[in-house]
């Protein structure tokens, strides 16, 4: 019979288990992704130079994320983009990380003036890369979009979206502006070129642009999804809110509709309150 001691010291060489040790390895590879992934996106210090006054609500659905969000500045131009990639965890995030480079690429090469030109240029990256030609065999991934321009001389923003709209909401109206049904990538009906929408911005507007992860998530008490309208009306009541006090609510909200369900999709809402001041 085994001594007290010498049991116990077998029963924790018997737990390292071939796979509980390539789990931990796994693990600790996503860990180190997300580090990756994290650096490529920007800090609230880097957005708090374009946009004072923002929010971020940003809760990955596993510890890597298929939503990203990107923003530079070109001479009188502020670049604003949110993205939802096809698929969360780690096929997402590879998708996320082209998205971010091409977003990169595209804006430095070409310094585009309108913000349908960015999604065309994207688009056209993303086809490429994944030898998307329109065939049937092809792999349907892509990115759904909200691409922003806005001239801070003008108090001009155009907008361009791959499926996802923007809201702005002004004294407590909110107003949708649509984007084009077709993804970032190879669709499912002939590409055509994305249509640019441009709006003048008055002093107070709130902008939220979001991935779907909010509104679909499944909750409450009959277990179904939260969707865009009450998302619509949630973002409505508290827009007059501080933004820190804004991303509390968000936060709040989502946590006591999910309740005890598992989070289903990556969560993302970027807001930001015009003017710019800075």
């Keep these: ?18 796979e509980s040790k390539q789990q931990r390895e ?3 590879s996503l860990k180190y992704a997300s580090y990756i992934q994290q650096a490529l996106l920007p800090n609230s210090s880097e957005i708090g130079r ?51 480079a091409f977003l990169n690429a595209v804006i430095s090469r070409f310094n585009p003036s309108r913000a349908s030109q960015v999604l065309n240029q994207m688009r056209e990256h993303v086809m490429k890369a994944l030898s998307q030609t329109g065939a049937q065999t092809d792999q349907k991934d892509g990115i759904d979009m909200v691409l922003c321009i806005l001239d801070r001389q003008s108090n001009v923003m155009q907008f361009a979206g791959a499926f996802n709209p923007i809201y702005v909401i002004r004294n407590q109206s909110l107003i949708e502006y649509q984007g084009d049904k077709m993804p970032v990538g190879i669709g499912s009906e002939q590409e055509k070129p ?20 909010f509104a679909d998530q499944f909750g409450g008490r009959d277990g179904k999804k939260f969707k865009y309208r009450p998302f619509r009306e949630l973002l409505t009541n508290i827009s007059e809110l501080p933004v820190d006090e804004q991303k509390v609510h968000l936060q709040q909200t989502f946590d006591s509709w999910k309740g005890n369900l598992k989070q289903l999709d990556d969560v993302l809402v970027f807001g930001f309150r015009y003017p710019m001041r800075g």
């Design 50 to 100: 374009f946009l004072p006054d923002h929010l971020l609500f940003y809760q990955p659905c596993n510890i890597v994320s298929g939503d990203f969000y990107f923003i530079s500045g070109q001479k009188d131009y502020i670049y604003l983009a949110v993205g939802d990639c096809t698929g969360h965890g780690v096929p997402g995030a590879f998708m996320s990380i082209l998205g971010i």
């Design 194 to 213: 994305f249509t640019n929408h441009q709006l003048e911005l008055e002093s107070g507007d709130m902008i939220y642009l979001f991935s779907d992860g």
């Design 1 to 18: 019979m085994r001594s007290g001691k010498g049991y116990k010291q077998g029963t924790r060489g018997l737990n390292r288990s071939p």
């Design 26 to 28: 796994l693990d600790e």
